[in-house]
């Protein structure tokens, strides 16, 4: 998880940018400034690890926070004038974002930011997965998800949809190959672009669909028809 803080003058502004941190799963907003002196006492005694800093702010500009630091976090500056974007760089800033910032820009900016600064400190993370749970990210919220909960994970373009047994299902910022990775193949295989099932959940298989809760069909797609069958073959039992 990469900490972060944010810091505009401008409400709006500020609004939109910790509305697109909290839409990123890896990123956790830990405070937000409407000036950057009241963001110093805050580094003082925080762990920061990104900052959200608008440049053009009274009393303090952001370019003049950010030389003031002995080790600042790194920067993504955001601002209304393109000129600032040389002597940003000059103070090695991570990137440089020009108002009005959409989301797609937003997460270029901050995907390039976290794979250039913050791959290796995210790698133990990376290891420690297990066969019990998993925490999701889902709007403003951190939730924790027992794997035996899990009946079916339906991928919506940039999203994903966790069906669960007995609650209702859970919507998260992430790509079906990211949540792939991070479970248990002997638990869970992809059988559709756009499905991973929960094998332990399978009850029924009918004309090469998977049938949950008798009115749910998931198809097998051609794709991954041979390791499917691989599973029925290792359980199935016959004559």
């Given at each position: 998880m990469i900490t972060c803080v944010s810091i505009d003058d401008e409400p709006l502004a500020l609004r939109q940018i910790n509305g697109y941190i909290e839409k990123i799963p890896y990123l956790n907003l830990l405070q937000s400034f409407t000036s950057a002196i009241k963001a110093l006492n805050f580094l003082q005694d925080n762990q920061v690890d990104l900052m959200f800093v608008d440049i053009s702010m009274p009393d303090l500009s952001g370019m003049e926070f950010v030389k003031s630091l002995t080790n600042p976090p790194?920067?993504?500056?955001?601002?209304?004038?393109?000129?600032?974007?040389?002597?940003?760089?000059?103070?090695d800033?991570?990137?440089?974002?020009?108002?009005?910032?959409?989301?797609?820009?937003?997460?270029?900016?901050?995907?390039?930011?976290?794979?250039?600064?913050?791959?290796?400190?995210?790698?133990?993370?990376?290891?420690?997965?297990?066969?019990?749970?998993?925490?999701?990210?889902?709007?403003?919220?951190?939730?924790?998800?027992?794997?035996?909960d899990i009946k079916y994970i339906e991928g919506m373009r940039d999203y994903i949809r966790i069906h669960l047994v007995n609650e209702k299902p859970v919507m998260a910022l992430l790509g079906m190959k990211k949540v792939m990775d991070h479970l248990p193949n002997h638990l869970f295989m992809r059988v559709h672009r756009s499905y991973i099932v929960n094998l332990n959940k399978i009850h029924t298989i009918e004309r090469n669909r998977i049938v949950f809760d008798k009115s749910v069909y998931i198809p097998i797609s051609d794709q991954y028809k041979d390791d499917f069958q691989k599973f029925l073959d290792n359980n199935f039992l016959n004559n």
């Open positions: 790194k920067v993504i500056f955001t601002t209304a004038y393109r000129e600032y974007a040389v002597e940003g760089f000059q103070v800033a991570a990137d440089y974002l020009v108002k009005p910032i959409s989301f797609a820009a937003f997460l270029k900016a901050v995907d390039k930011t976290r794979l250039r600064f913050f791959t290796d400190a995210q790698q133990p993370e990376s290891v420690q997965h297990n066969d019990e749970f998993l925490f999701i990210k889902s709007e403003y919220k951190i939730i924790r998800i027992n794997l035996n």
